[in-house]
């Protein structure tokens, strides 16, 4: 990946007078800026630590205009509760997870957030989910399970609450490897208080998925089944009960390698039975992601094959939350391929994700950013036959 300065002065905030600018943040703890939004537009509480400028008429009183603007999201929600079919396609989009080693990392050097513009041209083009990465070590500086930075937490809000708003579904993603500050946590009641905090936070927008961690691995097999349902728990008892929550398991969470490592996994419990399995595969020799090249074109089925039986066989659903293939006409036949293979199992697969977007992804092989980032020029087309 390559780093660069964000454009100056796009995101700045004016006099603490002036008007909020369409989607900026405009109240929430220890916010300082304006509290009113430039016309057509008016300050929507999201949560304690974030309102937000969303689209509405000031002639509107305040309350009922909020109101207006969640009611469809969850009319939608709402018809369409079951977890089986073909619901989603999307995008990974990096970002806030970015600069690892340096914690907790200067916004703009280190780490940046997903761009409104290019969320919102991707949901025009169809693509409907968006799972993006944070760092449980920024969001939760003091400790698995201790307050949340407002700041990062306010600039992580603004893409998710633009991706649903905008009718879309988004992933929040503590993207950590099962780790904090380069340790396995082994300590799932705080494991389960940094999810209640995080759940806290988003549970008033139904189109919120939680996803209990990124790619758990070379951990304890109990672990993993324990961490996930101390996430679920949390979750639950925050008041977040209408979201789906995707869990993740050990080994990277690869579907290739799922059923015989994560056959535990299927013990898991929610009591609004709305878990899918989030798995993840690469199509290079070691299924890392690392490589342009594909082992085949017909690699993207084979590596997904026993996982749709695994599910099948367990009754459970799925979706595909990381996937890429060079840009190469063998990778684009074994990606092709890997789609159908998932559309046709609709049954138990719900979806699939890129990886990856993100605005500092440079020319990175897998890049999805528009208008020309390598994944993205020779795979938007591909991808878009697979529009729920
Ligand atoms: C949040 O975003 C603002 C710019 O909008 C930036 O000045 C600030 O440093 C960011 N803080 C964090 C913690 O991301």
């Not at 995101?11 to 509290?35: E, F, S, V």
């Not at 760092?135 to 500086?141: D, G, T």
């Not at 946590?185 to 919120?208: C, E, M, Q, R, Y």
């Amino acid at each position: 990946m390559r780093f660069y300065q964000p454009l100056a002065g796009a995101l700045l905030i004016g006099a603490a007078q002036a008007q909020q600018g369409a989607w900026a943040q405009c109240g929430g703890q220890g916010w300082t800026g304006g509290k009113t939004c430039v016309s057509g537009y008016q300050c929507v509480y999201s949560n304690d630590w974030y309102s937000q400028c969303l689209p509405g008429t000031a002639s509107t009183p305040t309350t009922t205009a909020a109101q207006t603007t969640t009611a469809p999201a969850q009319t939608t929600t709402a018809t369409n509760p079951s977890a089986t079919g073909w619901k989603w396609l999307g995008v990974d989009e990096s970002g806030a997870e970015f600069g690892q080693g340096s914690l907790p990392g200067v916004y703009g050097k280190d780490f940046i957030f997903a761009s409104t513009d290019v969320l919102g041209s991707l949901m025009k083009e169809g693509y409907n989910i968006f799972r993006v990465p944070f760092l449980m070590e920024r969001m939760a500086p003091g400790g698995v399970g201790s307050a949340f930075s407002a700041a990062y937490l306010a600039n992580y809000t603004v893409a998710i609450n633009y991706i649903t708003q905008n009718g879309g579904y988004a992933v929040v993603d503590p993207h950590n490897f099962g780790r904090y500050n380069g340790a396995i946590i082994t300590d799932t009641n705080a494991f389960g208080t940094f999810f209640k905090t995080l759940a806290t936070a988003f549970k008033s927008n139904a189109k919120v998925i939680f996803d209990t961690n990124n790619e758990y691995h070379d951990m304890d097999q109990t672990l993993v089944l324990n961490l996930n349902q101390a996430a679920i728990n949390a979750i639950r008892a925050a008041g977040a009960t209408s979201q789906y929550i995707f869990v993740e398991g050990n080994s990277y969470s690869g579907a290739w390698t799922w059923a015989n490592v994560n056959d535990n996994l299927k013990a898991l419990t929610d009591p609004q039975n709305k878990i899918i399995y989030q798995m993840h595969q690469y199509l290079d020799s070691d299924g890392s992601g690392t490589s342009d090249a594909c082992v085949s074109s017909t690699i993207g089925v084979e590596r997904v094959t026993s996982a749709t039986a695994w599910l099948r066989a367990n009754k459970k659903i799925g979706i595909i939350g990381e996937f890429a293939g060079g840009a190469n006409s063998q990778c684009k036949t074994a990606v092709t391929g890997l789609l159908q293979h998932l559309k046709t199992n609709s049954d138990v697969w719900t979806g699939a994700m890129w990886w990856g977007g993100g605005p500092w992804w440079g020319n990175y092989i897998y890049g999805f950013e528009p208008p020309s980032g390598t994944g993205y020029t020779y795979y938007d087309s591909t991808l878009l036959q697979f529009r729920p």
